[in-house]
């Protein structure tokens, strides 16, 4: 079993920068990737940024390149997305999510990861 946990999250106003982490736990814990997403009222859960395997390679959405970094500690077992430039329409809960099933490259699609945490809100104040 895996456990994520986010943090981090908060009210903002906008043109401000948050700092969300992810802690990852669980026996034997190997990912394949891991990514965050995010789901705004009324809608669906969207990508927004992940890392493949090793971190050497990264994937943004068009909406927050240029504005938001993914990277990890790997001595931690923990995943950072730095999100500056904050718009109000960045307001979402925020979710991290692991890959342990076994695959090259970087992945977009919420099914494609196995496991997920509670989501910590971030509201961004215009």
């Known amino acids: 079993q895996v456990h994520l946990v986010e943090s981090g999250g908060g009210l903002v106003q906008a043109g401000g920068s948050l700092r969300l982490s992810c802690a990852a736990s669980g026996r034997s814990f190997v990912s394949y990737g891991m990514g965050w997403f995010r789901q705004a009222p009324g809608k669906e859960r969207e990508f927004v940024a992940a890392?493949?395997?090793?971190?050497?390679?990264?994937d943004y959405a068009d909406s927050v390149k240029g504005r938001f970094t993914i990277s990890r500690d790997s001595a931690k077992n923990t995943v950072y997305l730095q999100m500056n430039s904050l718009k109000p329409e960045d307001t979402a809960v925020y979710y991290c999510?692991?890959?342990?099933?076994?695959?090259?490259?970087?992945?977009?699609?919420?099914?494609?990861?196995?496991?997920w945490g509670q989501g910590t809100q971030v509201t961004v104040s215009s």
């Open positions: 999510a692991a890959r342990t099933t076994y695959g090259l490259g970087i992945f977009r699609l919420r099914t494609s990861y196995d496991y």
């Open positions: 890392f493949n395997r090793n971190g050497g390679n990264t």
